[in-house]
């Protein structure tokens, strides 16, 4: 299916964290059964870690039901926001059950305890005895999704994101979660170098593109929930067949504004800063997950010299594609 070859680069010693060990680069074989869909690219490597690489295959095994609800994304591009939206909407705003049960048992991160060394959880057996619908949420690019979501076809929600956001929500994630201790140079040095765990970003967002026509995938922009989260939220709604009131959706959409999301603890994903300081036995300071929540907040941190790299970066990427983040 795959194969796997240690990452030599400089940005890959300094991202052999605590929480999850070095990272290694992972090659995708056999690609035939994917769907074709629009100007496909052959997907090339996606950098992962060692773990990954001892779990790949019951995730490429996993069964797949149509009624499951896959959330994905490139990580830190509003997957914990559409998470949230979505399992709401589709379980008819049932905010007494999302206050008492966390997101990430209400929608499951498949390949989390690859990511984390001395997990003490087994996520891709959480999946498989998940009451269905099952949520689950996945970073992973396609060539590595279960392959049963291609013959399947479950609900697919593709969350997308401006990558200078993205990439310095992603350098505060690994220095205050990843225990990364390199500089913000070294580090967008290493997301031009396509060298950061998930990577890269451009070609993961474009797979899901290319396909979403012909697998019905609801593709979602993180700016779009930004300016117009109602038009979001009815299509969001359209997608899953329900149907809510102007008062029922303006109550949702102020339950999953910044400020809101940020106090919810049942939402904001400190369990994971929790389960981070036990792991470690440091505390993660001056860090949450919910950070800033804005559009353009790259350019308080990025040097003319770097906006004008990861920009030259982003159009090589879509030079062949009609595809365009906001
Ligand atoms: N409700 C709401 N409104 C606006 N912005 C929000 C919201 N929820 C999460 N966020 C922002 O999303 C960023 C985290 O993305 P992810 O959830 O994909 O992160 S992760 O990959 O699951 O770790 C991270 O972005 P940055 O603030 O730029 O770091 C979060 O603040």
Redesign the pocket.
Known sequence: MFSVKPMKSPLAKVVEAPIHGPTIEVHLADTSYLPRGEKMRKPTHCVLTPKYATLAERIHRLPVYDDDVWIL????????????MVWLISHDLDYKTASEVNLLDRSI?LEFSAFVLNFPGDTIEEVENATRPRHI?C?LPIALLPRQIWTVRPKLIY?A?NPK??T???Y??HRH?HGYQGSLQEFLDGILADQVLFGPQIPHTLDFWNIRREMNILFLH?EE??TSMDAVLRRVCKYFNKTYTDEQLAQLANH???D???NNKSA??SC?LELVESLSGKKVENF???????IG?HSEELTEEYIRKLDEYTQHHLAESDFRFK
Request: aromatic fraction near 16%; hydrophobic fraction near 35%; include cysteine.
């Open positions: 994304s490139f990580p830190k591009c509003g997957t914990t926001w559409t998470q949230e991160f949420q970073h969350c994101r956001d993205a310095i929500s992603y505060h994630h979660i993180f929930m930004k999953l504004s910044f809101v999301m940020k904001n994903n994971v949450q997950f919910m950070r800033k929540g804005k907040s």
